[in-house]
């Protein structure tokens, strides 16, 4: 007999498990509504056409790729099977891929959408993506993420009103968190000071690790990179600037990084008069790896506990450039949701009053009354109020201690009294208070706990 087991990087959830998680999503998805973002779902599997070349080549590694239906083989040329040439079979054997994150696929949506929306178009999103990454704390091969997008506008009150609402959202979860700014200009400007423009994209794969490997790490890589000793002499010391400001004079020479500069400068003017409940910090070594990013770059740090980034995003220019149309400009934010879960197990803020699912557990002695139970147990849900009947009727024990696994609050005693008189003979479960009244009271009474 085969032993069940989980695929690597997967995890089931039981009730509680998915109450919390709702939890979560509930609490975002009512941030995003409040500031307007509009819902939008995509398929589980995109083309690799429309996936492959959007992360750099780390993210197409990690792309989990679905075999073609039926003799998946059949078509495959000879010479490249027998080559085990995977980079040249993979487009032979399978033609589509589970999507590695929710914006590709949203500009996909937008580009064959676009005569049916009105931009600037704000969607919100929510569901699972797929990363074959290897699995490791807070890292999962299938997580959800909640992302929030505004398209078709230029303006930077938008990367403002983002950082809003990851403020909200974490201060709704009890979460203290500090949101972390950069921009991709600022990047740039960088390895112009270094002169290694042309090297750019390689640069910020390395800085991206920073916050992992340290920068001996990041020395190492750039080294293996092929970079000169001079060039990571002059990209370690711009990384230890104090502020965004102190940039100024180090790209004198960098339009591109000025530029930059004067974003971060714009969005902060548009903070400086709100009232946020979280640190928001210029942070000169986020680079963000996903290579689309090209203004404003954002991430999240929960305050107070090992784990990485539980929220990140920025602007980028022209996405949807690559599906045919161009000049589209978009900036964008994801809530992490995994991660946040373990972070408010490892906090212990999940709101206790999510264990509360069935309200009132209804016991019947014999038929008769478990009949008349069935009555009540309808008028209770018809109430609103969480109930369930005990399939049984019979001996009470078993019914109480059923209650209790269950972690049910009230247990509604159903004998031939209560049948006779309309009554309800109810015991709180955990004070262990018992009261008779009708029916109709204690829906009342009940209703007002909910």
């Not at 750099?56 to 792309?63: F, P, T, V, Y």
């Not at 940039?247 to 969005?267: I, Q, Y």
Request: with cysteine.
């Amino acid at each position: 007999m085969q032993k069940p087991s989980l695929p690597e990087g997967t995890r089931d959830f039981g009730p509680e498990q998915a109450r919390r998680r709702a939890f979560i999503f509930d609490t975002i998805r009512s941030v995003f509504v409040k500031f307007g973002f509009q819902p939008i779902e995509t398929p589980a599997m995109e083309n690799l056409s429309t996936l492959t070349g959007k992360y750099g080549d780390e993210g197409d590694q990690l792309l989990f790729k679905i075999l073609n239906n039926g003799d998946y083989l059949k078509a495959a040329d000879a010479e490249v099977l027998a080559s085990k040439n995977s980079a040249r079979l993979v487009p032979q054997i399978a033609k589509r891929g589970l999507r590695y994150d929710l914006t590709v696929p949203f500009a996909r949506f937008v580009v064959m959408n676009r005569h049916a929306l009105t931009f600037p178009f704000k969607r919100y999103q929510i569901q699972p993506v797929w990363r074959a990454d290897r699995p490791q704390k807070g890292r999962y091969r299938e997580f959800y993420q909640c992302d929030a997008d505004v398209i078709g506008s230029d303006s930077l009150h938008y990367e403002a009103e983002l950082i809003q609402i990851y403020d909200e959202a974490f201060a709704k979860m009890n979460i203290p968190v500090t949101i972390k700014i950069n921009n991709r200009k600022v990047l740039y400007g960088i390895a112009e000071a270094a002169g290694v423009a042309d090297r750019f994209v390689d640069m910020t794969v390395a800085i991206d690790k920073l916050d992992k490997v340290g920068i001996e790490g990041v020395r190492k890589e750039l080294t293996e990179r092929g970079f000169a000793a001079e060039a990571i002499a002059g990209i370690e010391t711009t990384l230890a600037a104090p502020s965004w400001e102190a940039l100024r004079p180090v790209f004198s020479n960098s339009e591109t990084g000025r530029k930059g500069l004067d974003e971060l400068e714009r969005v902060f003017q548009f903070l400086k008069k709100t009232r946020l409940q979280n640190a928001v910090q210029f942070d000169i070594t986020l680079a963000r790896g996903l290579t689309y990013y090209t203004g404003c770059i954002l991430e999240v740090a929960a305050n107070g506990v090992q784990m990485g980034s539980i929220g990140g995003g920025g602007r980028y220019a022209d996405l949807t450039g690559v599906f045919g149309m161009p000049g589209l400009s978009g900036v964008g934010i994801s809530f992490g949701a995994d991660r946040i879960y373990d972070v408010l197990e490892m906090l212990e803020r999940f709101p206790e009053t999510l264990a509360d699912t069935v309200r009132v557990l209804l016991m019947a002695f014999d038929e008769p009354t478990h009949a008349y139970a069935f009555e009540c147990l309808c008028r209770l849900r018809a109430a609103g109020i969480p109930a369930e009947l005990y399939p049984e009727p019979g001996k009470l024990k078993k019914q109480f201690e059923y209650a209790a696994k269950c972690n049910i609050p009230f247990a509604a005693i159903i004998g031939e009294t209560e049948m006779q008189t309309g009554t309800m003979t109810v015991k709180d479960q955990q004070t262990g208070e018992q009261r008779s009244m009708p029916v109709e009271e204690w829906i009342e009474a009940l209703s007002k706990q909910v």
